[in-house]
């Protein structure tokens, strides 16, 4: 999918959102267990109820693999359930991987061969040689962790060297690596103020913001310091939509939690002329 169709379904659906699939099985109604695959009925069920709303879905790959092989089927069958019903959807496999270059194409055959995604989060940490292979897929992207929304991003992303902080030399370094049109770079929203510095070293890339909703990340703050003339962001609420109700009625009230902050999103993108 290329960076002009996600800016228009953006347009569209007056909507940069991206609804996460943590899809945790002791966390789903319960009396989806009576079916044959479970946590597949319940993505349908968000996906069908949310498609309108939502740009992208990002299956968090811990959530199936923790299952095993029944979790990797649950999500071939997710990948491919979206893409026959809704195929306008940018699909994001949250899996953070990267490796040296041999591990890292056989990573890059499983997401985007194996598997139908458009998109992988992958970990800077082994540099060049471990992205690239990702990289060499035409109209996939890469997502590369820059500056994550957890407490332990202080942990080594703010060290400085020569007065550049590790995330901004992730962002300037691997912009040699690939471009606008095919990388990404991940930013909490618990990070929003930190936007303005990002947006200066990467005007143009695409953002995906995890941490609204149970995080605690303000969305408004998240706009007002991200986003650019085609929007450039792609804002993941993964608990406080997907877990929204818990009950028969857990759909409807998973369409109100992203109906919500659609409306807030429809707003910020009137507000900057985007729509
Ligand atoms: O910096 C990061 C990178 C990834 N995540 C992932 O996003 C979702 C957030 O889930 P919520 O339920 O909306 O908190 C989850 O899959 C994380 O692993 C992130 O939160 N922060």
Not at 33 to 55: C, G, M, Q, R
Not at 67 to 84: C, F, H, Q
Not at 157 to 182: A, H, P, Y
Not at 238 to 258: H, L, Q, V, Y
Request: charged fraction near 25%; charge should be negative.
């Amino acid at each position: 999918m290329t960076r002009q169709e996600i800016f228009e379904q953006i347009r569209k659906k007056k909507s940069f959102l991206c609804v996460g699939l943590d899809s945790d099985i002791n966390k789903i109604p319960r009396f989806l267990y009576d079916t044959s695959d479970p946590v597949f009925a319940f993505n349908k069920e968000i996906v069908d109820a949310t498609h309108d709303l939502a740009v992208a879905y990002k299956p968090n790959l811990a959530f199936y693999e923790s299952m095993g092989v029944s979790g990797w089927n649950t999500l071939e069958k997710t990948v491919n359930y979206i893409r026959y019903n809704y195929p306008d959807i940018f699909i994001i496999a949250d899996a953070k991987r990267g490796d040296i270059g041999n591990t890292s194409h056989h990573y890059a055959r499983a997401f985007f061969d194996a598997l139908d995604f458009d998109a992988v989060t992958v970990a800077p940490y082994m540099g060049s040689d471990s992205v690239k292979p990702f990289l060499s897929y035409v109209g996939r992207w890469v997502i590369l962790l820059a500056l994550t929304s957890n407490q332990g991003a202080n942990d080594f992303q703010f060290l400085k060297e020569d007065n550049t902080r590790l995330f901004e030399k992730v962002i300037t370094t691997s912009q040699s690596w690939g471009d606008i049109e095919n990388m990404m770079y991940v930013v909490g929203a618990t990070r929003a103020e930190m936007l303005k510095d990002i947006r200066a070293l990467a005007p143009d890339h695409f953002l995906l913001v995890p941490g609204v909703g149970a995080q605690g990340g303000s969305l408004a703050e998240v706009a007002r310091y991200g986003m650019n003339d085609q929007c450039g962001l792609l804002v993941n609420s993964s608990r406080g939509i997907i877990f929204a109700g818990e009950g028969k009625d857990f759909a409807e009230k998973t369409r109100n939690a992203a109906l919500q902050i659609q409306s807030e999103m429809a707003q910020l993108l009137a507000e900057k002329a985007i729509i």
